[in-house]
């Protein structure tokens, strides 16, 4: 980062985007786990939002890896 950017400042906008990117799977994994603990104890709403949270999780997954080809090539 520092030989070629001379410094995170210097990073594409990419960069940014896959940061998000990555952020957004994080807090969407820690969710998904969050709901996977009330649907053991038997919250079956919480079992119906599940799909949708994999959905948004491979969605970010599959952006912070294009991004991350774009910003380091």
Excluded: E, H
Excluded at 4 to 15: S, T, V
Excluded at 28 to 44: E, F, K, N, S
């Amino acid at each position: 980062v520092y030989t070629r950017w001379n410094g995170f400042a210097g990073m594409p906008w990419q960069f940014d985007v896959k940061i998000a990117a990555v952020v957004l799977l994080t807090a969407t994994v820690l969710y998904a786990d969050r709901l996977q603990r009330q649907i053991r104890r038997g919250d079956m709403s919480a079992a119906r939002i599940m799909p949708t949270i994999g959905k948004v999780a491979s969605i970010c997954g599959v952006t912070a890896l294009i991004f991350a080809v774009l910003t380091f090539d």
